[in-house]
């Protein structure tokens, strides 16, 4: 079993960079795709970015491409979202997820995660 805890939510003027951390227990991550989602005020859970386990490839919605970066350390077993020029309308829960390890996902539907954390939140003011 994957424990998924995140950190580094806050509040910050648009523009400014926060840089989350999600911190993994239970057992090793390392053979897990790993993504982060997040839930806007009064809207959908959606997808934000991912990282293949298989060779590190990443992948980003639309709307955070060339804002955010996502990145993983096996070592310590964390994963991490770096996002720049944050904007209003990123104001979400952001939610770190796993896959069960060696399965081949898409990396966009949050159906085929299995572990979730708890979610931090990020508020962005204008």
């Known amino acids: 079993q994957l424990q998924l805890v995140e950190s580094g939510g806050g509040l910050v003027q648009a523009g400014g960079s926060l840089r989350l951390s999600c911190a993994a227990s239970g057992r090793t991550f390392s053979g897990s795709s790993m993504g982060w989602f997040r839930q806007p005020p009064g809207k959908e859970r959606e997808f934000a970015a991912a990282i293949s386990w298989i060779d590190g490839g990443t992948y980003y919605a639309d709307s955070v491409k060339g804002r955010f970066t996502i990145s993983r350390d096996n070592a310590k077993n964390t994963l991490y979202l770096q996002m720049n020029s944050l904007k209003p309308e990123d104001t979400a829960v952001y939610y770190c997820?796993?896959?069960?390890?060696?399965?081949?996902?898409?990396?966009?539907?949050?159906?085929?995660?299995?572990?979730w954390g708890q979610g931090t939140q990020v508020t962005v003011s204008s």
């Open positions: 997820a796993a896959c069960n390890p060696g399965r081949i996902v898409t990396f966009r539907n949050p159906d085929e995660y299995d572990y």
